[in-house]
């Protein structure tokens, strides 16, 4: 089946480190996505892996290992506006068309 | 570039009534993803067009609800005869097709039903 887990809510202080781990089980793996979405707003999307390794992005950095169905999102220098849901996503071509499953979504609190 | 618009925002409707949500996806995007965000939840595959063509709606319910993405004018999501378990958030996401097809959400319509 396809699954998604990731954890429902974390708390970090403003300047610090945190790590948002996402597992998955998907039958045919074509990507993986990170979307950041504010309380009522759009998810807007902060980073694309595809290949094993680490993605780079100014304070944010993705990773991926496909042979361990793995990846997380690192936020370095909290700062208070990064408060919000951070959504893990991966695209599935299992069942012959692109399909995105959608983890539920992890809460992070940035406290000053 | 206009980014995903989405209309209306907010749609309230009373029991039995039909609801039509409009999305038009970015300029050069030819395809469209619609899901449902139900509070504390995560985004839940609906259906999948490209330009006239359904590609998948697995993820659609079999009765009540419908889509389209005609050549020419939005992307539409239909519900006929809502009911108060159709109230949630529905977001549209469009992508060029390509690669990475990396999708760009709209701001998403917000369903109440009453």
């Known amino acids: 089946g396809q699954n998604i887990d990731q954890p429902t809510e974390m708390t970090a202080t403003e300047g610090a480190i945190v790590q948002i781990n996402c597992t998955y089980q998907t039958s045919g793996f074509n990507g993986l996505f990170w979307y950041q979405q504010h309380a009522g707003e759009a998810p807007t999307f902060l980073s694309y892996?595809?290949?094993?390794g680490l993605e780079e992005k100014g304070r944010f950095s993705s990773f991926l290992s496909r042979s361990k169905g793995y990846s997380y999102l690192l936020l370095k220098e909290l700062q208070m506006k990064d408060s919000a849901s951070y959504l893990c996503a991966v695209r599935d071509m299992g069942s012959g068309t692109y399909k995105y499953i959608f983890g539920t979504g992890t809460r992070l609190k940035v406290l000053a | 570039n206009a980014g995903v618009m989405q209309n209306p925002r907010h749609l309230v409707r009373r029991r039995g009534q039909e609801a039509r949500l409009r999305c038009s996806p970015m300029?050069?995007?030819?395809?469209v993803y619609w899901y449902r965000q139900l509070p504390e939840e995560g985004l839940k595959f609906m259906v999948y067009?490209?330009?006239?063509?359904?590609?998948?709606e697995s993820g659609m319910p079999k009765e009540r609800f419908s889509a389209e993405f005609p050549k020419e004018g939005p992307s539409i999501l239909r519900i006929q005869q809502v009911v108060r378990g159709d109230s949630a958030a529905y977001f549209c996401a469009s992508s060029q097709g390509l690669a990475k097809n990396i999708q760009y959400f709209g701001a998403g319509t917000r369903l109440s039903v009453l």
């Open positions: 892996n595809v290949l094993d």
């Open positions: 067009l490209q330009k006239e063509n359904i590609i998948d």
């Open positions: 300029k050069g995007h030819s395809h």
